[in-house]
């Protein structure tokens, strides 16, 4: 079993920036390199959606287009850890952040929800305008 655990979020005002950190660890845990990573957020009253990926090793990402040249994922195999460096914030950007493994690795990264698991308990972002 893995177990993520999110943090770096606040409130912080319309322009400024963030990085949130996803720390993975467990006891059955073997590699966290053998995971492609995946970054959600939920707002009050919304889905679940996706924010960005980074596969095993290659490193290669995905963004959703409404994050897309304001937020980058990237990550650190020797920390198990999988950052979220969030710039240009915008009070649309409130939300609760989740980190996720994929379940299958064999795959390219996606944005599908129901590829990922071993969420995270989130961590809050707030954004004043």
């Known amino acids: 079993q893995v177990q993520l655990v999110e943090s770096g979020g606040g409130l912080v005002q319309a322009g400024g920036s963030l990085r949130l950190s996803c720390a993975a660890s467990?006891?059955?845990?073997?590699?966290?390199?053998?995971?492609?990573m995946g970054w959600f957020r939920q707002a009050p009253g919304k889905e679940r959606e996706f924010v960005a990926a980074?596969?095993?090793?290659?490193?290669?990402?995905l963004h959703a287009d409404s994050v897309k040249g304001r937020f980058t994922v990237s990550r650190d195999n020797a920390k198990n850890t999988v950052y979220l460096q969030m710039n240009s914030l915008k009070p649309e950007d409130t939300a609760r952040y989740y980190c996720?493994?994929?379940?299958?690795?064999?795959?390219?990264?996606?944005?599908?929800?129901?590829?990922?698991?071993?969420w995270g308990q989130g961590t809050q972002v707030t954004v004043s305008s």
């Open positions: 996720a493994t994929d379940r299958n690795t064999l795959l390219p990264i996606t944005n599908r929800y129901d590829r990922y698991a071993n």
């Open positions: 467990g006891r059955t845990f073997s590699s966290f390199s053998s995971y492609n």
């Open positions: 980074i596969s095993q090793i290659s490193g290669r990402t």
